[in-house]
């Protein structure tokens, strides 16, 4: 929320609004990590890629491979190390569906030069297929789970952890973006405010 702030000025796409948004939800939003990491207390623990998104599978001959296991590389290995939930891996993956969508949607724009009437439907367009690509890989990951069923929690309290793991990962994305590739904080601040 510090960066937020003090980057709010230089933001670019007219993200300020929406950034002040999230300021003026600062307390709502510590208050929610609060409640959600309680949740997550006694969810069962394993061995995690820890930085898992698209960038970290290779599709060859029909097969797909996971690549990169050293986690995510701004964390102290000792963190890296413990074990997790498995649903924070679910989570990078789902926002990584997030990033894919809306960096092809900036691509497409900034090939039509300003913007078009057409803006509002591509982002209903970029939505739907970020919600379908979501859910059939959270269904397909429920089905493989199954016969591993002692690693995930109860399906109401997997749905609790994985709202606490997306905002805790899009939260994490914006102080980055905000700190690396300002052009793309609309990309988290766009899920943040849907949390």
């Known amino acids: 929320m510090d960066v937020l702030e003090r980057q709010r ?10 950034a002040d948004e999230i300021m ?13 990491a309680q949740a997550g ?3 069962p623990t394993s061995r995690i890629h820890g930085d898992f998104h698209l960038g970290q599978v290779l599709i060859v001959t029909g097969d797909a491979y ?5 986690g995510e590389p701004a ?10 939930s498995p649903l924070k891996d679910v989570v990078g993956m789902m926002r990584s569906f997030s990033y894919a969508a809306y960096a092809a949607m900036d691509r497409v724009q900034a090939a039509g030069g300003e913007k078009s009437s057409d803006d509002g439907a ?15 890989f959270l269904n397909s990951y429920r089905e493989t789970m199954a016969a591993s069923s002692s690693l995930l929690p109860p399906p109401a309290d ?10 805790e990962k899009a939260l994490c994305e914006l102080q980055y973006e905000l700190n690396n590739r300002p052009t793309w904080a609309h990309i988290p601040i766009n899920s943040i405010l849907v949390l």
Do not use: C
């Open 66 to 70: 996971i690549i990169d296991f050293e």
């Open 75 to 84: 964390r102290p290995l000792e963190e890296r190390r413990r074990k997790q």
């Open 24 to 36: 003026r939800r600062r307390h709502d939003l510590a208050a929610a990590v609060r409640r959600l």
């Open 9 to 18: 000025d230089g933001m670019p796409n007219g993200d300020n609004a929406r």
């Open 158 to 167: 997997a749905q609790v952890l994985l709202g606490a793991y997306l905002l």
């Open 41 to 43: 207390e006694r969810s």
């Open 122 to 136: 591509m982002a209903d367009w970029v939505q739907l297929w970020q919600h379908a690509a979501t859910a059939k």
